[in-house]
């Protein structure tokens, strides 16, 4: 057997309107091999316990009974060959459950961690925090066991039309019995099933915005107690886990009502055929040794029952688990294309829903007089956007090219961008190609070497420092040991060191002083001199240093700064 290895491709497309046949067909086609060999062995395993009440049967009437110590010796050879092959096969197929749950957890968070980073800021119209830890976690889960149980599903349904036909040769009584009872059986539990699909439904719900809620107070604590609303938090998180608690609580007596019923209707079905077999054995329509077979028929049987029963459970709580996954999958990184159009180098990038128009080789300012549809203004031009007409660049909207061409020409900073946790070498250079020169270049634009241990007092030099420094520096989670200003100024080094083709910069600056702004101006202006950029901002000092600045009041008004400053309208949105 194969050490586990985790797989490198999570899968093809979520290709169905219907979440759990998408869900669950994507994992299947993925894990076909797996689940095939999962079934084989699985099949061994329970086809093989189907026979032991055969050949016991045997060892009675033709040993036994008979008196035949030679007929004994063989069926119970047989019988210990039987057990052994089920022993080993019993074995082999419980690592192939655990295999293909490891695989399929793999393939979830795989998957999961792609979407993120394909959707980017765009995630959080989809689903917050919490609900990403709900998924990675709760139905991550559940995908593994509906992927797990699938083997031993499917081998308990053969193995139930096998033990059928071993009951043919007994009595056609004993095949109607079980026939008919065991899918009745299964009907019996529908409503079962389906009220735990829904209050599983629920639960999923609860916990995604408990927690949800949890983490918006830890991430925000500090600032709850600078305004006094921990009580009202507190609240808030006791009154969703109370819900979240009372909604498990239902879940688990559908569960326990679920239980009682998987063992009371096999017991009910085997007191019924027992009797009948009784009955039979009396009358001597079966033999004695016969009536031993039965009875080890329908113990045997109810290991598959019961496995159908847990399969049919497990592919509830996969169904529910469905609808968010797939809902978060929209846009599922597909293996690259070839696009139907070149990317146009040195063309502009024009956003035709509001007529802003970033022209190449510039720089070039963006003001929006009262700040309402910034956000939407920076997700058209970044690629982002899913609603409306797309910006374009040249003549081709940018929706026609895939994310990673979009990505390799165009790259959005946007204010609420996160640093991340670890050394600072890491966290700037992302790709691991760059030198420590070009790092502390790009620190040096975005008056950052103080933060790697240079000198403060040479801040203010327009020479790269070239020792002194400490690209070491461990950034705490999201950068939390760096204040606001320093954090702004290490995410724009990290913009620069990408060095795009197109950088778009939303307020790069906000957080620093007025010292800072104008040092930080200065030099960007020179860093991208050559090179397109657009930067979203009030800031006179920043405006300055662009090009040209498109003003967006009733009209887009285009000029430099100074040319615009005669406007009063102008004026009032820089003077803010």
């Known amino acids: 057997m194969a050490r586990f290895s985790p797989p490198r491709d999570p899968g093809g497309p979520l290709a169905h309107s219907k979440p759990a046949v998408a ?7 993925s894990q076909w091999r797996m689940l095939a060999m999962s079934t084989l062995v699985s099949f061994a395993f329970l086809g093989c316990q189907q026979f032991v009440p055969f050949m016991v049967g045997r060892a009675v009437d033709a040993g036994l009974v008979a008196g035949d110590r030679t007929a004994l010796y063989w069926w119970s050879a047989a019988l210990m060959a039987c057990i052994g092959i089920a022993t080993a096969t019993g074995v082999a197929s419980f690592y192939y459950m655990m295999y293909t749950a490891m695989d399929t957890d793999f393939r979830v968070q795989r998957r999961l961690v792609d979407t993120v980073v394909a959707v980017g800021s765009r995630i959080r119209s989809r689903a917050d925090a919490g609900e990403l830890v ?11 066991s509906v992927s797990m149980m699938f083997g031993r599903l499917a081998s308990a349904l053969l193995a139930f ?3 059928l036909a071993i009951l043919a040769t007994l009595s056609w009584w004993f095949v ?16 079962l099933f389906l009220r735990l699909e829904a209050r599983g439904r629920d639960l999923r719900a609860r916990i995604g915005e408990q927690t949800g ?93 019961g496995y159908t029963i847990q399969g049919v459970d497990a592919l509830t709580r996969a ?16 293996p690259e294309t070839q696009n139907e159009f070149p990317w146009p180098a040195g063309e502009a990038l024009h956003d035709p829903a509001s007529g802003v128009t970033i022209e190449p080789g510039l720089i070039t300012g963006i003001v929006t007089g009262d700040g309402k549809g910034a956000t939407e203004l920076l997700d058209r031009l970044g690629g982002y956007s899913e609603t409306g007409e797309p910006a374009r660049i040249g003549s081709i909207p940018l929706d026609a090219f895939d994310t990673a061409t979009v990505r390799r020409h165009l790259h959005l900073l946007e204010a609420r961008a996160q640093l991340f946790s670890g050394p600072l070498r890491d966290q700037l250079d992302v790709d691991g190609a760059r030198s420590d020169a070009d790092i502390m270049r790009a620190l040096h634009t975005a008056s950052a070497v103080d933060i790697v241990g240079v ?18 520096t461990v950034a705490g989670e999201r950068g939390r040991n760096f204040s606001g200003g320093e954090r702004q100024r290490l995410i724009l080094a990290r913009a620069l060191l990408v060095d795009p083709e197109i950088l778009i910069l939303d307020d790069p600056a906000s957080a620093c002083d007025a010292q800072t702004e104008a040092r930080i101006a200065d030099r960007l202006a020179r860093h991208r001199r050559g090179r397109t950029t657009a930067i979203l901002t009030n800031a006179p000092q920043l405006l ?33």
Not at 23 to 29: D, K, P, Q
Not at 319 to 334: K, N, T, Y
Not at 457 to 469: A, F, K, R
Not at 546 to 556: E, I, N
């Open 161 to 163: 039309i096998l033990a």
């Open 455 to 472: 000198d403060p007092s040479l801040i203010e030099s327009e020479d790269v420092p070239t020792g002194g420094y400490d690209l070491d």
């Open 544 to 576: 300055a240093i662009c090009d040209r600045v498109q003003f967006l009041g009733d009209t887009v008004t285009s000029g430099t700064h100074a040319e615009l400053l005669h406007r009063a309208e102008y004026r009032e949105a820089v003077a803010r």
């Open 134 to 144: 709900a998924i990675s976690a709760a139905d991550a889960h559940a995908l593994s």
């Open 176 to 191: 109607l019995a079980a026939g008919v009872g065991v899918p009745a059986m299964f009907m019996l539990l529908r409503p």
């Open 23 to 29: 869900v669950i067909g994507w994992l299947f086609r």
């Open 213 to 305: 809620i949890g983490t918006d107070a830890v991430a925000g604590l500090r600032v709850l107690r600078g305004i006094g609303g921990e009580a009202h938090f507190i609240g808030r998180y006791k009154a969703a886990s109370q819900a979240s608690r009372r909604a498990g609580v239902r879940v688990r007596r559908t569960a326990a009502g679920l239980e009682f019923a998987r063992l009371a209707l096999p017991g009910t079905l085997l007191v019924l055929v027992l009797w009948m077999g009784a009955e039979m054995t009396l009358n001597g329509t079966i033999t004695a040794g016969e009536f031993v077979a039965l009875f080890g028929y329908l113990v045997a049987l109810t290991r598959p029952l």
């Open 319 to 334: 169904i529910v688990a469905s609808g968010r996954f797939q809902r978060l999958q929209d846009e599922h990184p597909e």
